[in-house]
Structures are given as C-alpha cells and as structure tokens.
C-alpha cells in the first residue's frame, strides 16, 4: 500500500468519523457461489433505475469479475486503477444509463494488487463521498465470507442474500449468516431486518418459500435472529438466454417469468427501504 493511501487511512482514523446521509448500501453475498448474486444486483438495480433511483452497482468479486461481460461492455477503468492511484474515484464510474452507474472489476489481471481490508476501507472513504449521488449502492460481492467480504458486509447496510433452493446452498446461506452474527456487525439501521432473502433459480413459488422456510427456521432457532423473504424467482430458460445473450432480462424480456418477479421483488425492496429511511436510528449510527 502506498504512503497517500496509509496517510488517508491515518487521517480518517484519528477524526474517527464517517459521513451520514440517506443512501443505503446493500452487500449482494451468498454462501455458495453461482446463486445468481450478478444476474440479481444488475436487474434489480435496472429495475430501481426504470422507477427513477439513482442506482451504483460495484464489482467486488474484484479480479473474477463478470458484470461488464452481463452487459456486454468494455471495461475502460477497473477496479485496480484506482487502487493503483491512476484513475480517481469518478474516473470508474461507468453510467450504463442516466440512472443506472457501474463500477466494473478486473478478470485475472496479472498486477491486481492483494486485496486487504485497508484497501477495502480506503474505497469506502472515497464511496462516502460519491454516494450522496445515490438512492442505493448494490455491491456485488464474492461468494463465501472471507475476511474482505466480512469487512465489506460491516461497511454495509444490509445484506441481500442470495441462495437457491438446494440444501447445499441453504446450509452455506445460513454459515453466512451465521458468520455475520458472530461477527457481531453493528449494522445502522437498528430497527429493521439486516438480513434479506431472495430464492433464486426455483422450481416454482412453493419450493422457494420452502427453501426459505427452512433456513428462517434455522436461523432464528441456532442464531436467534428474524431474516426476511424479498422474494422467489423461478428458474427460467429466458434468464438464462438473457446471460448467454449478454442482455439483460428486466431491459431485453421485460415480460418473461423471472422479469416480473424481479419486478415485484424491486417494489418490495423499496418498501424496506423506506423503512430504512424513516428509522429514527438513521442519525445515531453513522455509518456511510
Ligand atoms: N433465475 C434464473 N434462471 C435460470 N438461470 C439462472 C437464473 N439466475 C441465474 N441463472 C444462471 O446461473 C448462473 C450464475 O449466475 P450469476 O453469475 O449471477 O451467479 P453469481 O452468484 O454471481 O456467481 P459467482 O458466485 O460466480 O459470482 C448464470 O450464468 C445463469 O446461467
Ligand atoms: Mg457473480
């Protein structure tokens, strides 16, 4: 790390502050990997987009990573060019339409520095300040709850967990949440559910809310802790087209099966987060 970035990171712990505003940071994570967590984060935030919400959706599967090729652009600036210092925070920003922006990560770069939890605070610093342009951030994270995505998740305001129905991806769902509990994160909002669910690539409706039956019981019976359904979305041939296409679904087949759940799903989530919003905790934990 270099000595601007040490000096920064210096600065902002002895002020021991952050900034506070009314954007809400949500971690896109799961246990297993290949839930659907990319295919998520960009059409949920598509959807947001289309219902006028400033909308920031990040990389953070850092050196894997795939949103750019979801959408089929060109990454002009990754993630490590400003983590090298060579492009500003703005500089990433890659605006997909008015509302909808993007910050895109790098795929297998050979000099993509190692990434640690000062480097992830230090983009959390910078973050701050770009989010007053936001209604919501979406990180795409990595899949798992290694020690970058525990503190990225700590940075958050809540947590959108995505799981699919197989027992598999619900136990690693739940070693997730269990793992975010024990880390005892303070999230800021108090009075509301941190830990939001959506079931994806489900056979129908029932087995999704079965799946979600199923780690709720679990969750409140080992962890003592209430999660919340956003919602089911269906395995659907024209999801998958939509990927293979490098379309996306809620633009490209805004009527197909999985497009109107995730259609649903966005009003559901902007009910949560008007809750957020008028939580009387929202000044007393300053977080981003
Ligand atoms: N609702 C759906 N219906 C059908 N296929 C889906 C659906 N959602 C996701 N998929 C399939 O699952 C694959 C993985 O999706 P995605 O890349 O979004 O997962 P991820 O959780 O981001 O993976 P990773 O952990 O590798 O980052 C997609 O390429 C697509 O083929
Ligand atoms: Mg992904």
Redesign the pocket.
């Given at each position: 790390m270099n000595d601007q970035i040490k000096r920064l990171l210096e600065l902002r712990r002895l002020q021991n502050k952050r900034e506070t505003n009314s954007t809400l940071v949500v971690s896109v994570c799961?246990g297993?990997?290949?839930?659907?967590?990319?295919?998520?984060?960009l059409n949920l935030a598509y959807k947001l987009s289309r219902l006028n919400k400033k909308v920031l959706v990040i990389d953070f599967?850092f050196n894997?990573s795939?949103l750019h090729l979801?959408l089929n652009e060109t990454v002009k600036e990754p993630l490590s060019n400003f983590f090298h210092q060579k492009v500003t925070f703005d500089e990433l920003i890659f605006r997909y339409n008015e509302n909808m922006h993007l910050i895109f990560g790098d795929s297998g770069s050979n000099d993509f520095p190692k990434i640690t939890n000062d480097l992830i605070e230090y983009f959390f610093i910078h973050l701050e300040k770009a989010s007053r342009n936001y209604d919501f951030i979406f990180i795409?994270?990595?899949?798992g709850a290694d020690s970058n995505t525990m503190y990225q998740i700590s940075r958050s305001d809540l947590n959108l967990i995505?799981a699919s129905p197989e027992p598999t991806a619900i136990m690693d769902a739940y070693v997730l949440i269990k793992m975010i509990t024990e880390h005892g994160i303070e999230k800021r909002f108090m009075n509301m559910p941190q830990d939001i669910v959506i079931i994806?690539?489900a056979e129908d409706k029932e087995e999704g809310e079965q799946a979600f039956q199923n780690l709720s019981t679990a969750v409140r019976h080992f962890l003592k802790k209430e999660i919340v359904l956003l919602g089911v979305?269906?395995?659907?041939?024209?999801?998958?087209k939509s990927?293979?296409n490098q379309e996306l679904l809620l633009e490209h087949y805004p009527n197909s099966m999985?497009a109107l759940q995730i259609d649903d799903l966005a009003h559901r989530f902007l009910n949560i987060a008007q809750m957020a919003n008028n939580s009387q905790l929202l000044s007393q934990k300053p977080s981003l």
């Open positions: 799961s297993k990997g290949g839930t659907g967590k990319s295919f998520v984060s599967d894997l795939n979801l795409d994270s990595s899949a995505v994806n690539k979305i269906g395995h659907d041939r024209t999801a998958y990927i293979t999985a």
